[in-house]
Structures are given as structure tokens and as C-alpha cells.
């Protein structure tokens, strides 16, 4: 990851909703692909103790969007306009997901993105994300 792009992602899990991701630890964001690993901690868990639902659909947002950055020259965030998950198999708490973003397509006003979420311990897709969004 170069400078500028570490620079701009200095934000990244330090305020706003990003927070709710505990312990999430950036692995490799680089040409239009990002990798991420998050436990599942208590934080994240819903009611039966697997990662909420809703923590993936962030997921798919804050990882895919780290993808976008990478791969667009002015490293715009951009503003989603679709999101869409598909759920698969549970993550139980106390495990850890490793989250792969891979940018399909940017252009000069839109980015396309594809999100998996794996379980760390046995690389079961636990959920699958694409998310569209504008680039102002």
C-alpha cells in the first residue's frame, strides 16, 4: 500500500460506525483488492452467537470501499447507491472471518465491488456482497 493511500485510510476503524467492527485489522488493501480479518467477538454476534447479519452487510461497505480506494486514482470513497448479501453459513463467536474485496469494475463516476467472507479456520464462504457506488 503506498503512502498517500495509508494516509488517507488513517480514519479507517477510528470513528464513526466503523467502531462497531472490534478488533478488525486491515491485511492488504492494493489494486482494486482489500483483505481484512475480524473476530468474532461479542461486539459483532447476534442473538445466537454468529456473526450478525447486519456486521456483514458494514463489512461488505467498509471492505469494499477500501477496494475502491485502491483502485481509483483520486482514491474516492464514493457513495453507495446498491448493496445486496447473500448469507451462506454462520460464523460462530470466538472464530475469525477473513473478508476479500475485489473491485469488478471502476469508472468515472461508478465502482462496482464483490465482497466474500470466509471463516478463517476452514475458508467456508460465510456470506457473498456487491455493492455499487458513486464516485463524486
Known sequence: MDDKLKER????????????LVGMEVLEVEGGKARVRLPVGEAVQNMGGALHGGAVATLVDVVGTLA??????????GVSTDLNVSWFSPA???????????????????????????????????AQGRMTKFLT
Not at 111 to 122: C, G, K, S
Open 9 to 20: 485510510l488513517s480514519w479507517f476503524g477510528h470513528g464513526g460506525y466503523d467502531r462497531s
Open 68 to 77: 475502491i480506494m485502491s483502485a481509483d486514482r483520486d482514491m474516492r470513497p
Open 92 to 126: 460462530p463467536g470466538g472464530s475469525n472471518v477473513i473478508v476479500e474485496a475485489a473491485v469488478l469494475k471502476s469508472g468515472r463516476t461508478l465502482a462496482f465491488v464483490q465482497v466474500d467472507l470466509r471463516r478463517e479456520n476452514d475458508g467456508v464462504l460465510v
